[in-house]
């Protein structure tokens, strides 16, 4: 099963996007889910995490007080909301379900990915 990431694309320093995962997993899971990004040449790294109630957070602190992870589980979708854009945060972004149902900086503790989306940002 894999997660579907979209709503990446090109962008200008300064700007924002959303980025959207749906989980098609029927009944919806009780799980975390984090994004992660990846730049070419370098490893994969965490973004944001959120529990699946939605109530707690984390974030990477490259992108704390920019980023917003948040999520409807009605729809099975979970956000990020990206402001502030700057050319490093270009990267492939990536959705992943936890294994659990607390988000994790580890992606380790992540079982189910999506295929990414490409978030490119220029100067």
């Known amino acids: 099963v894999q997660l579907q990431a979209f709503g990446g694309g090109p962008v200008q320093t300064g700007g924002s996007l959303i980025l959207s995962c749906a989980d098609p997993?029927?009944?919806?899971?009780?799980?975390?889910v984090g994004w992660f990004r990846q730049a070419p040449g370098k490893d994969r790294e965490f973004v944001a995490g959120i529990n699946w109630r939605g109530a707690m957070t984390i974030y990477a602190d490259s992108v704390k007080g920019r980023f917003t992870i948040s999520r409807d589980n009605a729809k099975n979708m979970v956000y990020l909301q990206m402001n502030s854009l700057k050319p490093e945060d270009t990267a492939g972004y990536y959705c992943?379900?936890?294994?659990?149902?607390?988000?994790?900086?580890?992606?380790?503790?992540?079982?189910?990915w999506g295929q990414g989306t490409q978030v490119t940002v220029s100067s």
């Open positions: 992943a379900s936890a294994r659990g149902s607390v988000s994790t900086r580890d992606e380790t503790g992540y079982s189910y």
């Open positions: 997993r029927r009944p919806s899971s009780n799980n975390a």
